[in-house]
């Protein structure tokens, strides 16, 4: 998306207090695109970036045990390599 673009469809340069990415920053362009937007349309000096993920739930030893087979082990070798910072709860960033 050009900033031009971006102007018309989200809003002007430095007009945005908060940008939240809820359970999708890893499937952003994180190397270009992504910051550089961000950063455009952030308020300075205040601006911020909020991101989280979720995490593996707990139950009981048993019901861990089988989801943490099935999560780790039979479906993990299937997901696209950009879920592993999800994996890392993105403190690889």
Partial sequence: MSMT???QLVSP???????TIAQALHWLDLSSTFYKQVNWVLKKPHGVIASWCYTSPKVNDAVDALHDKLYSFDARPH??????LLEDNYRNI
């Fill in 5 to 7: 673009e971006l102007e």
């Fill in 13 to 19: 340069q430095g007009t945005i207090a908060l940008v």
């Fill in 79 to 84: 997901w696209d390599p950009r879920r592993e």
